[in-house]
């Protein structure tokens, strides 16, 4: 029963973001009520965000306020509305909490309710919302919760970011605005220029030098306003961030960032990765500085990022899953390349290569066919002509076009196919891994479509069998795919890649 803002900050984005591309009125529906419920409950008057709301009322009692027994619904909603409401919201069977009092929640969304009753999901809303207001009326004249009004820097960032991003993919700007007045409020009293960035404001003061935790999540933060608003400002906000988070807490021996400075009264200077209540704070960084090489492509923010994902070697090889949000980062710093015109397929996936492979790749093979060219990468496996050989391809798809997914939604919708001739050579195609694509709603077709767009790296196999001579052979990879935009459909194409398997090793022997 405890509201704490960071438990938020991490949700209500994430449900904006699936809601959007799993088509899911449900979580949309989720992730606004919880940022109106911070925007209501947790926001100061001058936009800050506030701590906590307290899960103890009346003397001490766990939930109090939030809990409800049958009779007082029923009082409160009448008889036959609370029997209507009963299944839809959680109470028609035994109380669930201490024996003797119900906590409200939906067993089943509000969409799969409808379709029972036969009803539109709008007209269920719109009961829904009367019944929710007569409660929230009744549970009004209840003792309040006490707020805990300090605030925190890093757990402000965390909601900045949240309100940012899910403003943007709901296409609410309220919550970018709460946002941005969240960030001026920080950057006014505890982000100045030309002091330490502050951890606390309490009663109008500021207190407590700045934690990796502020520099890093307050710096998730101002990118994803730079995200949302398109304004440069907040990446060169964010870049001081780490400016100043390098001096005062880098690990020049180790690497890695150090979670506080140096004190005479402190034992240890630790430098955690693993997660807990809230991400690690020096994985956290790693993602921002893996997002400022790609907005700052001059400055030295990819090599600070592989030196931290370096210093943390050994949890990333043996232990990954204790350390899942570094792992992220680690994935995005491999799709996030030196600089936009440098990007290599190397990087773009988990397959080993040597630093001069990666370093001076270029396509072995490029075609175009109307709004999609396609790359080809190879990569000999053993010099001996045996063995495996690795293939990285990459689509670029012009913007306002996509090409249809693997396995598209619809039965009579051309999909993405990758296929070999071999001609004379004695090769054999591991099939690539192919992603599901994104869901979209186009003009065209009232159904979602499941498409590839933008940019895209696809990785995959031949396998190459017996002598060396087959390695001369010319072969073709074939890409099967249709190109739409959201009024019409190309006719399906063939790009045809030929290449030679000619080099020598530069992968390890592993699959991909």
Known sequence: FEKMLYDNAFLAPLLAELSVSQGRPDFDRAARRTLDFVLRELTGPEGQFYSALDAETEGGKEGAFYVWDRPELDRVLGRDDSAFFAPIFGYDGSPSFEHTHHVLHLPASLEERARDLKWTRQALLKRVSTFEARLLAARSKRERPLT????????????????????????????????????????????????????????????????????????????????????????????????????????????????????????????????????????????????????????????????????????????????????????????????????????????????????????????????????????????????????????????????????????????????????????ILVPFKMPEGKKVRLGFSEEELRVYDGRLWLRGALELEESGASRDSPMKLQIHFQACNDRVCQAPKVLDLPFKINRPSSVDAEGP
């Open 148 to 427: 805990d009004t300090k605030v925190l820097t890093d757990w402000n960032g965390m909601m900045i970011r949240a309100m940012a991003l899910a403003g943007k993919w709901l296409k609410e700007p309220r919550y970018v605005r709460a946002a941005e007045k969240a960030a001026r409020f920080l950057l006014a009293r505890s982000a100045r220029k030309g002091r330490i960035l502050q951890h606390t404001w309490i009663d109008g003061k500021s207190s407590i030098d700045a934690f990796l935790d502020d520099y890093a999540h307050l710096a998730g933060g101002f990118l994803a306003l730079h995200q949302a608003t398109g304004d440069s400002s907040w990446v060169d906000r964010a870049a001081g961030l780490v400016e100043e988070a390098d001096e005062r807490l880098w690990a020049k021996e180790s690497g890695g960032y150090h979670n506080s400075v140096a004190r005479g009264d402190l034992l240890l200077r630790s430098r955690d990765v693993q997660d807990g209540a809230i991400p690690s704070a020096n994985a956290w960084m790693a993602r921002c500085l893996v997002e400022l090489s790609r907005l700052r492509p001059k400055g030295a923010y990819r090599q600070r990022a592989g030196d931290l994902l370096r210093s943390f070697t050994g949890i990333l090889s043996h232990s990954p899953g204790a350390a899942r949000e570094l792992t992220v980062a680690l994935s995005r710093f491999h799709r996030s390349p030196k600089r936009a015109d440098q990007e290599q397929p190397w990087e773009a996936g988990e397959t080993t290569v040597s630093t001069d492979a990666r370093d001076s790749a270029s396509p072995d093979a490029t075609a175009t066919a109307g709004p999609v060219t396609a790359s080809l990468f190879v990569t000999a496996g053993s010099p001996s002509g045996a063995g495996r050989v690795q293939l990285a391809l990459r689509l670029d798809i012009e913007e306002g076009w996509h090409i249809n997914g693997a396995k598209p939604l619809q039965e009579f919708l051309i999909p993405t196919r990758i296929t070999l001739d071999p001609g004379e050579a004695k090769a």
